[in-house]
């Protein structure tokens, strides 16, 4: 269960707007929630990468702060979604449901786009990505398609776990060495029992 006093990787993803998708996500049917994000310091070039996993019951799979060789900061927010969809890959069945968290908007923009046309087959139009960023695009899309449903939110970067994590990956370093887990998310109880109507007609009249 979720750490008292801290706001779950769900909760987040749940109060987030979702570009190209214009309704609230709904994610109780959601698994895991993957929250990204990269740096990169104009001052001395250094680059870093942040990733945490959690469980839909706000369990933690996975915690990584690496420094990475991407050239600007657009790259390591790519490189940084591509890893860290990898290391769920790598933990989670292929029919694994997906919340992604990013601070960076136009990689949530170009996630989902993507997510609905390879399973929707809406088609997005152009799709703009940094030259650079190229071969961890495509390692997304794999992902993207590899799951049975992903999709991603836009958070602030205040509101983002991955962020300190990211900036400065010497201090954090020490969770790169926390143990492997591979979690798999508590079922949820059934809403009601047989022959018991949903809320929304539950106390409602005959002639309503």
Known sequence: ????????????????????????PRTHHRDFYVATDGSYHLHDHRAGMGVVIETRDGRRVARFALPTTATDNNVAEYQALHFGLDVLAARAPRTARVGVLTDHDSLATNVNATALATRDGWYPGEIRIPPAGQNHWRGIRARIAGFEELRAAVIDGTENPAHPLANSPEEYAHVNREPARCLRPETPPARGGPGVPPPSRADRHASD
Request: hydrophobic letters at 35%.
């Open 1 to 24: 269960m979720a750490a008292y006093g801290r706001r779950s990787l769900r909760d987040r993803f749940d109060s987030a707007p979702t570009p190209h998708v214009a309704h609230p």
